[in-house]
């Protein structure tokens, strides 16, 4: 029994980590290819439009999946009570669907600016209807990760054909509004038969809104917290500026979250293990911890210093040059990523595992109202600029106060000498990425030759420092190889 059990622990932590990879390899794919087609403006007008349906469709949600799979799992065994959980959360879902539309609706009718964006946001706004209809969380209850991965995989191939085939010019953006909602929400179409093999669950007006009403609302403001922290940005600086500064904004956001994606898969790997441990091995914990940190270290230094020096060739490169206003916002959005990193490390790792979410609501709030009294602050006179200045102050301002909650949890061991090692590390790289601008006239070459250069140098220069984390990678590459043999 327990054997099966942790097989398919080690089966579904698989199954998600494939997930997570095509979660950011699509977009790798997809994103310079849609940023260069639709343009700045189209772009800016898809981002827009998105950031404004992104607080309706949080409202619709009202914090369901989560509180879903949490109180699912603990009851799914019993067939009377999952079908009357299912069809309550269902039917709030449909509810807060209809009032989230509602809401949407007149502020179209009574604000100009989003009324002029209406074909957009309405497109967009399915996803509403396919999230409340999609009840993916039974799916999560029932730990059926294997179709959720096969289903996303599929969905996705099927819009990256979309986008090749029908995303032709820059008039094409009410079609890639479809298919975006198509990449994120299409597979909830085929969910809400499927998920009748678990729960045969149905629409009720007889609900225990004193039971599930309270921890919804809780759940819904840290989403709430967390979507205007992350949105603020774009939603306010459409409404100061040009679909082409919030599209050269956006582009730059996105390449910024794309890095971050990929140094913070590390991070979710990490939490079941460090979810394990927490409970039954606090020095392992403790140890992992370390280790974990170090780890983010080593990738995100070089990361941002390269980002940083190389800001202007990645965003021709990736977008052409109309995208290059955004130059300035990239190299400030790029430092953001160290405090970024760590809060990721803090909250996911920490705070969420020791069951402090409220802790993480309060500093998530916090941040949001800063960032976005930052943003009426210094938009007007500082445009994109003043933007990712914000997003910094956010991003660090968040990390401390996580820190200083995790404090009561457990001591975080900073180990300084190899975080100087990474510093010192990055020096080499900082020379070969402005050295390849100066004497590399081609862009692809230049992104192409700092990375490879940029990588050996680094590692070497960890050898040489015989920097832990690398000598241990070295010496269980060699174990493996010996063992194979």
């Not at 009570?81 to 539309?101: A, G, P, Q, T, V």
């Not at 054909?161 to 975006?180: P, T, W």
């Not at 009403?213 to 940005?233: E, G, K, M, Q, R």
Request: aromatic residues 12%; contains cysteine; hydrophobic residues 50%.
């Amino acid at each position: 029994m327990c054997m099966h059990k942790s097989k398919s622990i080690k089966i579904n932590a698989v199954l998600n980590t494939i997930k997570q990879l095509c979660s950011i390899i699509f977009p790798l794919i997809t994103f310079p290819y849609v940023s260069h087609v639709l343009g700045s403006a189209g772009f800016g007008k898809y981002s827009f439009s998105n950031s404004v349906v992104s607080y309706f469709l949080l409202l619709a949600g009202l914090g369901i999946n989560t509180y879903a799979v949490r109180e699912g799992a603990k009851i799914r065994d019993n067939t009377y009570r999952i079908k009357e959980l299912c069809s309550e959360l269902f039917s709030i879902n449909i509810l807060s669907m209809i009032l989230s539309y509602a809401l949407l609706v007149l502020v179209a009718m009574f604000n100009n600016k989003i009324n002029s964006y209406s074909p957009y946001i309405a497109v967009l706004s399915l996803a509403i209807l396919l999230t409340a209809i999609g009840t993916e969380w039974i799916n999560t209850i029932f730990e059926d990760f294997f179709y959720i991965t096969c289903r996303y995989i599929v969905i996705q191939a099927i819009a990256l054909g979309l986008m090749f085939a029908f995303i032709r010019s820059k008039n094409d953006v009410i079609i890639y509004c479809f298919i975006a909602v198509l990449a994120s929400y299409g597979g909830n179409i085929v969910n809400l038969f499927y998920v009748r093999k678990y729960v045969k669950y149905r629409f009720t007006l007889k609900l225990q809104l004193k039971k599930h009403l309270i921890p919804l609302l809780v759940l819904f403001a840290n989403s709430l917290a967390i979507t205007i922290y992350v949105n603020s940005d774009i939603t306010m600086l459409g409404f100061y500026y040009s679909d082409s500064v919030v599209g050269q904004y956006s582009f730059a956001g996105k390449i910024n979250s794309i890095l971050k994606q990929l140094i913070n898969a590390i991070v979710i790997v990490a939490i079941p293990r460090m979810s394990y441990f927490f409970v039954n091995d606090k020095k392992r914990y403790s140890e992992l911890l370390s280790k974990l940190f170090s780890a983010v270290s080593a990738l995100v230094f070089p990361i941002v210093v390269g980002l940083f020096i190389l800001s202007q060739p990645i965003l021709i490169l990736l977008g052409g040059e109309e995208y290059i206003g955004a130059d300035h916002a990239l190299r400030i959005l790029s430092i953001a990523i160290i405090t970024a990193m760590y809060a990721s490390i803090v909250s996911s790792c920490i705070l969420v595992i020791g069951n402090k979410e409220k802790e993480c609501l309060i500093s998530t709030t916090f941040t949001s109202l800063t960032n976005i009294g930052l943003n009426f602050i210094l938009l007007p006179n500082w445009g994109i600029e003043g933007a990712a200045f914000t997003t910094i102050v956010a991003e660090t301002l968040n990390f401390i106060i996580q820190l200083w909650y995790s404090r009561r949890i457990v001591h975080i061991e900073i180990k300084w000498k190899e975080i100087v090692q990474y510093v010192l590390a990055c020096i080499p790289v900082a020379f070969i990425c402005t050295g390849s601008m100066l004497l590399i006239d081609n862009i692809l070459l230049v992104v192409i030759t700092s990375v490879v250069l940029s990588v050996f140098a680094y590692f070497i220069c960890l050898i040489i420092f015989r920097n832990p984390l690398v000598i241990e990678a070295i010496n269980l590459v060699i174990k493996q190889l010996v063992r194979n043999k």
